[in-house]
């Protein structure tokens, strides 16, 4: 699997760390019973109001290990905390998983491990376990089974940043490696004071620093809150289950849907759900009916893509089956508040060829400030709430990358430019066009499906009241996203942070040919990249296209385009698509500059929905149209088309100029229709834009930046 560069932990965590958080304090009765625990155990001397192995100045970390190891299991044992056992690891490594960081290891003090139906399905810990630990050695003190976790530190080398990105590497682990995760509960213990450090894809919250010394009561109740044997209520999602099916532990996921009604389905029949799709999202129009069920889909154990980091979307998607919907995907992920839901778009785009294919949707909301404590939202500056949404998908196949041969990598990428043209007709555009989101169709897939277009999370409503969305290095993946929305990081705005474009402002619009462009650094990222199926191995040009730098991603593709493409850079295997590269590589820098030209002409704003529709047909024929002639050649053997280019470009008025003659040229096979796969468009049709001679694209004189650079 291609792996991608994801933002700098550190600068991530610090902007969205809600610091100093009280912790939940116990209710009367839970403190007469914590009390009565600390006169019982020799652990804790009231006199000296201090647990008394703990030294008062440690030398190093491995110093605190056996005392504070003592405290932990007997505060196990005080809660009767029957489905987790402590496994100390001391300075033991346990691996991260291999396809997220290779070999890296690391190694959390304390890790205590589960059983149960959400955790992993077990029911019983190994026979070399005790009441409350297990030795080290044993097999199931790995991330895939740590349920809470936390490190030992002195004082001196305590700080509230510096252990939140330590434990944010054990957190990601967890997430990443059992992916029914919602938060992860993490500590810090000193020789004086005990921290709890949570983490979900809102960012990082820590409470105060509680003198366990001093204040027995509240560190007893507040180790009880993290490592309860409630799963729910330590991050665990309630809907993901694990279940013994004739010995073998099997997952589930089940909850209530809305599933989309067939079009022969009797609705008579039933009670159908009638949800508005166009309450929020803009005026996106009628949608299929539903109707209610309770589903219970079977999902591999493992998932098939998910994304890393903390933060963010942290999708996940489950191949799965279902008795009445058949082989199927399940998407769970996250989105911002207040942003459209995917399954609104799916609904909408349901028929619509080419593009992924929603069978059902979650009715579950579920929000991150709902399991946060009091008070762990902060005062918002660092807190942006994300709900949690899940989706039932169709099944295809795997994604462009694990393409087997050159005709299927050509057909995948024109079903789903197809399908993204589909949605653009509807006024919804994309935004996040990748490689992990084109997969291939299903063996002996019909016209039209051989290419899917999935992932519409990032997706927005042209026809809504704020449609105007500008171009933002923070949307996308940074690998494929376009010159402009790279070069966004240059725009200085009064909000930084605003998702719209004002009336006067110089900031471009996302535009459906940013996407287009990004299907052709997905095309290069293969060509570049694989020297065959299977076959793949970096570059430094592709490490620098995916840089967590906005700034140097956009001076290394610039300087791809700037310069005649080079032929030397697509690997042996990938040869013949050497003409196909070159005309979408001039293609791509044609449309830059056309938009570049509004911008240097101050008429970025006049270039709105109604301009880009204009110009979007003869631009979605072009690169059809290069695709399917590739596709024609290769499969009669015959000599594949050349290119050329000129100099000059007109702004027009606010929509983008004709293509210039010389890249309209080959004018042999035309490209399928999204609404109508198996007929061709006429010639006629094709050349209906007029084609004004433009001398072609200008290439820039230089690389570098005017303005100073921002962190991604």
């Known amino acids: 699997m291609t792996k991608l560069s994801q933002p700098h932990p550190k600068h991530d965590l610090e902007t969205h760390h809600v610091d100093q958080v009280a912790p939940p304090k116990p209710d009367d009765a839970q403190a007469t019973n914590i009390r009565s625990f600390l006169r019982e155990t020799p652990l804790y001397d009231y006199a000296q109001r ?59 003090a304390y890790r205590f491990v589960g059983r149960g139906r959400l955790v992993n399905g077990e029911s019983r810990f190994p026979p070399s376990s005790t009441s409350c630990s297990l030795p ?57 004071s005990f921290r709890v450090f949570r983490f979900d894809r809102c960012g990082m919250m820590s409470t105060t620093y509680v003198n366990f010394h001093e204040d027995p009561v509240a560190f007893v109740h507040l180790f009880g809150l993290i490592c309860s044997d409630d799963a729910e209520s330590i991050g665990y999602n309630p809907t993901l289950y694990f279940e013994d099916v004739h010995g073998q532990c099997t997952r589930y996921y089940e909850s209530t849907f809305l599933r989309i009604l067939d079009d022969e389905a009797p609705q008579s029949n039933l009670a159908t759900n009638e949800v508005p799709s166009g309450d929020d999202d803009g005026k996106l129009g009628t949608a299929r009916p539903c109707v209610e069920e309770k589903l219970k889909i079977r999902v591999n154990s493992r998932p098939l893509h998910f994304r890393r980091g903390l933060r963010g979307r942290g999708g996940v998607y489950w191949a799965g089956e279902h008795a009445t919907l058949g082989t199927v995907i399940v998407k769970q992920s996250y989105r911002p508040s207040g942003r459209v839901p995917e399954w609104k778009f799916l609904r909408k785009a349901v028929g619509v060829t080419g593009v992924g294919q929603m069978l059902a949707y979650d009715t579950r909301v579920w929000r991150v400030t709902e399991s946060r404590w009091p008070g762990g939202t902060g005062d918002g500056t660092k807190f942006h709430d994300c709900e949690w949404s899940s989706i039932v998908l169709r099944r295809y196949g795997d994604s462009i990358d694990h393409f087997k041969d050159h005709i299927q990598i050509l057909v995948t990428l024109r079903d789903a430019i197809n399908g993204h043209r589909g949605l653009w007709d509807m006024y919804i555009l994309h935004r996040d066009v990748s490689i992990t989101n084109i997969l291939m169709g299903v063996l002996d897939a019909p016209e039209g499906w051989k290419g899917v277009l999935i992932d519409l999370d990032m997706a927005v409503s042209l026809l809504s009241e704020s449609s105007k969305v500008g171009v933002d290095y923070r949307t996308g993946t940074r690998a494929f996203q376009s010159l402009h929305v790279l070069n966004s990081y240059e725009y200085e705005l009064a909000d930084p942070d605003a998702q719209t474009v ?26 570049f990249s694989y020297d065959g199926p299977g076959k793949f191995a970096q570059t430094d040009m592709l490490t620098e296209w995916g840089s967590d730098s906005p700034r140097q991603a956009f001076a290394a593709k610039m300087l791809h385009l700037a310069l005649p493409f080079q032929k030397e850079a697509v690997k042996p295997w990938f040869r013949p698509f050497v003409p196909l590269l070159e005309h979408l590589h001039d293609f791509c820098l044609e449309n830059y500059n056309g938009r570049q030209t509004l911008v240097e002409k101050e008429r970025a704003h006049i270039r709105d929905v109604s301009a880009m529709r204009k110009d979007s ?85 230089s690389l570098r930046h005017s303005g100073e650079s921002h962190d991604a």
């Not at 110093?63 to 300075?91: C, H, K, W």
């Not at 976790?149 to 054990?170: E, F, M, R, Y």
């Not at 004002?502 to 060509?527: A, G, T």
Request: proline share 6%.
């Open 50 to 108: 201090r647990w008394l192995d703990i030294p008062a100045s440690p030398i190093h970390e491995r110093d605190l290990y056996l005392p504070q190891t003592a405290i932990l299991s007997a505060l196990m044992e005080f809660f009767n905390i029957g489905d987790r056992r402590l496994g100390v690891t001391g300075n033991k490594d346990i691996d991260h998983a291999v396809h997220v960081d290779g070999q890296l290891k690391t190694s959390p």
């Open 617 to 701: 047909k003869q631009r979605y024929n072009f690169v059809l149209h290069a695709i399917q002639t590739t596709i024609d050649d290769l499969e009669a053997g015959g000599p594949l088309f050349e290119s050329d280019d000129e100099d000059d470009i007109d702004v027009g008025g606010g929509q983008l100029p004709s293509l210039s003659v010389e890249l309209l040229k080959p004018q042999r096979a035309l490209p399928y229709s999204h609404s109508s796969s198996t007929k061709r468009k006429s010639q006629e049709e094709l050349d209906e834009s007029p084609t004004k001679k433009n001398r072609g694209p200008a290439r820039p004189s």
């Open 136 to 192: 080290i050695d044993c097999g199931r003190t790995d991330y895939e089974f740590v349920t809470t976790l936390g490190d030992a530190k002195t004082d001196a080398d305590s700080n509230p940043l510096g252990d939140g990105i330590q434990l944010s590497v054990h957190a990601e682990q967890c997430f990443s490696q059992q992916h029914n995760r919602e938060f992860v509960l993490t500590f810090i213990m000193t020789e004086k």
């Open 502 to 527: 004002p009336p006067d402002s110089q900031r471009l619009m996302h535009d459906y040919s940013d996407d287009l462009e990004s299907f052709y650094w997905c095309l290069c990222w293969i060509c």
